[in-house]
């Protein structure tokens, strides 16, 4: 399977995805503190600027909140960066990450909720966002026993992904790879009464328009659909970083009552946005999550610094 994925692959992929590697592993040998620097300053200083993330972030910025000052969202977009450096190495050391979640105060009601639902043979269905580090949740929930399944999204570059997918297998299984067979083996994972995670907040074409911010943003109705058939017990979490950088805040809010998909996906919208709203810069605001609106936004990315 391997050599099929390097024969698809670039020689342009592969040199990228060797330019990563060696990153990784030299930040891997640093200490946690700054290994998180590290990885952060990188992601903040030197590719979110030459990928266009960072004027993708402030189109974005622009487009939700167009009254907001143009230095808060450069300041928000450079977080964002750093944010998404630091979980990026935090979740290639999964099993350090476990280990650092192990004796962490798990807040909100939905935990008790969880324990009675696992503890009775009720599935359990997590929903998240591309927010803070969303494997944080996840990772304090294996630490304490508990195995959750989940999707991935497959990366275009297959050398990369090769490691990606190993990687997002080593802390809890099983993980299936995003479309309509890993969903439905999710789904299965879930009616069998098991623990999965999904996260909600991209593009979905086929997906309901929801207002997301202010703007509507097709999402897909999957975790809520899972829900509804197999019984499971909705429960949003989050794993908020906390200002020292490396420390978490998890977050379990009380279980989304089943009720019809979209009401559902609305009710879990608003949950995330709520979190958003609170901490901007741990939001992932390089997707590209308003596509009805692209034009605009691209236009936008295309005037900002």
Known sequence: MAETQKLQGSKAQKLTDLFVRGFISL?????????LWFMGMLLRRVVSPLAGYRSRAIANL??????WDMSRKRQIANAVADNAGRTLIENYDILGLKERMRDIEVQGKGFEAVKEAHA????????TGHFGNF???????VAQGFEVGGLYRPM????????YADNMHSLSGPVFKQGRRGTMGLFRHIKSGGMGVLLFDIYDSGGA????LGKPAPTMTSAADIALKTGALLVPFFGVRKSDGRSFEVIFEDPISHSDALKMTKDMTQR?????????EQWFWIHRRWKPERQQILAAAKMAP
């Not at 995330?272 to 901007?280: D, F, G, K, Y």
């Open 272 to 280: 995330l946005e709520a979190q958003v709203v609170r901490n901007p």
């Open 209 to 212: 328009v929801v207002d997301f």
């Open 62 to 67: 622009d487009y939700i909140f167009p009254d």
């Open 27 to 35: 930040a891997l040998v640093l200490p946690l503190g700054m290994r």
């Open 135 to 141: 494997e944080a949740p996840r990772a304090a929930l």
């Open 120 to 127: 009775s043979g009720q599935p359990v269905m997590f929903v």
């Open 156 to 163: 275009s570059n297959p050398y990369f992904n090769t490691h």
